[in-house]
């Protein structure tokens, strides 16, 4: 082995012995320095690339022999160094670096590492006491920091090397040297220069072992490196250097003022040992005084790097604060409350925690005074969130929040019980949540996409239950607060804690109004949600129920609450009063207790199913969306598949609800909202239960005939039972549905010569089957017997009794009819006596609830028909009525009638033409045509004002103030065109006349009128021609051919034979 070194070494050392002895030449031998250095950089540089290789592949070889025989040569460039580019410094400088690390190591000569000390402190700053004027290159100050880390090393792990560093005559230059580190540790050039005087300091406390000394260079060390860390500057800082900083500031407050080394000053410091300042020593009780206010304060800066976003900087802090507490525990006993605060919020739940370190937990429970301070900070922590959260900035809500969480977890993990923080705690939750709740922007519409919230009426959820969107702090910028407040009350103590919590809140519930109650409502409903839900995972593993106090049981407290919820739910008629957000947190909370009945929670379904369902017509979309989201999640909850099964089997309680109301003459138009919703919802299946509804309906009808907007109301429901009830199933039996007709006039079709042919060959046959009838009646004699023998009175009664049993059997009364069409006829016949009503919007809705009935009702022409002879006087006079669109639908709804009833309008229609029905068409035809004239005209008119340079003439004449005004009124109708309201009654009028023509049996004279009221429009209005057709298609041509409609026949063309040209005028 000893052999194998040996070549090794040999082999190394005629490597170095050419490079060495040309070092030497170039720079003993050589006269002019500046035309020697470039042959010097390279050979050096060959040097350094060959200790290089060496080092990493066998570093043994290199020892102080060789490293005396290398630094030889190097020493002459470092005498002359002034005379050489700074390259050429660098490059021995790595090479002496390697020497002390792989060469000397603790061998090196204490004369030899002052003097390089002293050359590489000189490199990096200069001449002691002047200022630098040329700056070294990044590249070579680098360098020196690595080789001055490395001579320290070098230096302090020799016994007699230490000594030296710190003699009398070397202590100016190792506090130099010092000084230089730490302005590179503040004011390097590069994040590696910062990290290279980090590591030299290292090097520095553990080479410099004389506490004195330490102690001397001590406020210099926590100045420089708390300049380095302390916000804002050290915001800038790569976070590596602030990592290095932080760990080099424990090592130096550990190995200098650590308890370990400050015993024997708190002994005498404890034996009141006055005498230590007089005998001339550093290491006094006044200086550890000092020292301590001045570290406080130097924390306090540093520490204030505990918000900062790294998670490598925060745990480096963390270990920072929890090694002070430990190892400084008596010495910075001072400093305790900001160690403590910091290493709290500093402390990370999500990290796994190693057993080899230590925790603020483990030593607050070696040290009962820790816990005391935990426990002061929590407190203060608790009293200061209602003021933190009024901040503008978000970041600082949410850490403060996140602080009181941590603190909670550290009060439950010591198991620290006081009553005055759980009294603060409910005070500062309650009045910080309204704090945000008033600081909060309100939303103006719902959150939620649309179409994202509707009801299941078909199918259940298979997602499982719907999440409500968020009452308070909707907005996005508020969800991270809302979100760390959610977590707090998750982790606020135990489980009794919390309860004991809620129940505080929940007694501040009933007495508080405006936002401290709706905050106080939120902060109890998420205790109680937190609690029940981690006591039922507890009591998956341990039934520990009987050992709860009542007062603390959870169950009571959520019943409170429940109760509470049902009552604000109730009073949904006096909602201007509530805040809506409370309403919204009930319905919450009463879908929170259905989910955790289940079906158990049906019988609830009396006291809350109707408030709920009363604000699905809420005003408030954010109120509706959460009624939709209640009622989905609770008919999944109770077992039911979709709302409307929920609603069906429902539907006694929320009929008796709606009755009720209707019969205490609440007239209020909640009522009828939720029934209509109610329909709306359920469709056809609920109309057979809502007899009772709708006679109370007719009842109020009755009573509150004088209220407009309430009668409106009232059919407004009647309106949705109509249109609910004519999609039913089962609203008409299978033989009425069997006996619907279609009354459409169909046109005669042309005969064909094969008709022709048919019906002269049926001539024929008939005449010769009575030609062969009459032969043989010829062959028949005369009766030998009585046409009918006479039977005995006997059997004539028989015989009468008999012929009388078919008369009986038509004589049958009806089948019953179903319930939904008893409804429908009862609501259809009721509309007669509304009709005349002098709100016009009621009697709109009117003529459409008949238009939607009528062709329902129509299969059952028995039942039917005596419903039309009883609408048809007030329903015809809606024709003439003054407003335009009550007009319109008047003539949709005699249409449709038309299309029901068939020929058995022909008499009325008939009558009521000759009357007045023809006049009013016709002058309806000429109002029309006038206004589609003055349209035209006034087009033409602008345009030519238009060609005038768009000047406009006053007309202050004959008429005044009148004719402007009439001119407007002209101008506006006319630029209306199709829209204007003669226009719109016209087409209306059309579509009435066609549906006449197309069901009912007209006489010939006013089939004649209504073709000339019609032919203007044959050629764009295909229903109108094929309606005209139907009943006589000659006429309809000839009156198209008059109005130049046809187009002409092409002349045929025969050899021989001259046609007349029958389409010359």
Known sequence: MATGSSTARNGFFQELKPRCIAINNLAVRSPDKRAAAKDLIDVVGDLSAVLDRQVSSNASVLDEKLAEYIFFPLSNILRNQQH????????????????????????IQNDLSQQLLIFLTFVIGGVPGQERRDLIPEETELETFKALASLVKAVGSSPTGAVALVDANAIPTLGHAISLVLDGITDGRTSEIQLEALTTLNALLVAIRDQAALATFLPGMVSSLSKLLTPPAALKTQKRVLIGGINTLKSVLTKVIGDLKVTAILMAKAAHDGNNAAEGRVLTSPWLRATVAKTKLALAGVLKLRNIDSDDVRYALERLCVTLLDECHQ????????LVESAMILTDDKAEKSLLETSLIDLATIYPELGDTIKTTVYNWVTSLPRLVQSSDDRIKQQAIRNLMKGQQFIATLHIDSSILNDSLAASLRDSAAVLILMSKPGGMSELPLNAVELRMDAARTDG??????????????RPTRNALLSLLSRAGSVPQRVKLANDLLGYIRESTGPSQVASYWLTLELVKSSLSQSSESDDLLDLSSAADASDDSNSTFQELYSFSVAVLDLQADAEEVDWRLQ??????????????????????IDVLYPIATFLSSEIPQLRDHAIIA???IAASCGYSNVTELIIDNVDYMVNSVSLRLNTFDISPASTQVLRMMIRLTGPRLIPYLDDVIASIFAALDNYHGYPLFVENLFGVLTEVVHQGSQSD??????AKSSAKDHTKNGQSEVTVDEIRDVLLGRVERRERRQLEDLGNEEIAHPRRPWKDVKPVEALEETNGENEEPGTEVEKPPPPKTPTFKILARITDLTQHYLTSPTPALRKSLLD?????????????DAFLPLVNSVWPVLIERLYDPEPFVVTSACKALAILCQSAGDFLNTRIKTEWWDSLGKWCRKAKAEATQTSNKAKTHDRRTRGERHNYDILIPRDGFGGQESSKAAVAVSTAAGLGKFAQAAQIWEAVQELLVAILSFVQVDDAIFDQILMLLQDTLAVKPAARTALEAVDPDAVWLAMYEQGMVEPIPKPVLAGTTFVDVWDD
């Not at 999440?467 to 910028?477: E, S």
């Not at 919204?584 to 379904?605: G, I, V």
């Not at 939607?852 to 129509?858: F, H, I, K």
């Open 631 to 633: 009622l989905n999640n």
């Open 84 to 107: 050489y580019p700074i390259r050429l410094t660098e490059l021995t400088i790595k090479c002496l670096r390697i020497l002390i690390e792989h060469g000397w190591k603790a061998k």
């Open 730 to 735: 089962s609203l008409l039996l299978e033989a």
């Open 331 to 338: 010495s910075l006993a001072d400093c305790a409350p900001i």
């Open 465 to 478: 239950p719907g999440a409500f969107p968020p009452v308070l702090f909707a907005q996005k910028a508020e």
């Open 849 to 861: 609830l008949l238009a939607t009935v009528c062709p329902a009702l129509s299969p059952d022409e």
């Open 584 to 605: 919204a947190l009930a319905l919450e909370a009463a879908t929170y207790a259905a989910s955790r009945m289940k079906e158990d929670f049906r019988p609830e379904l």
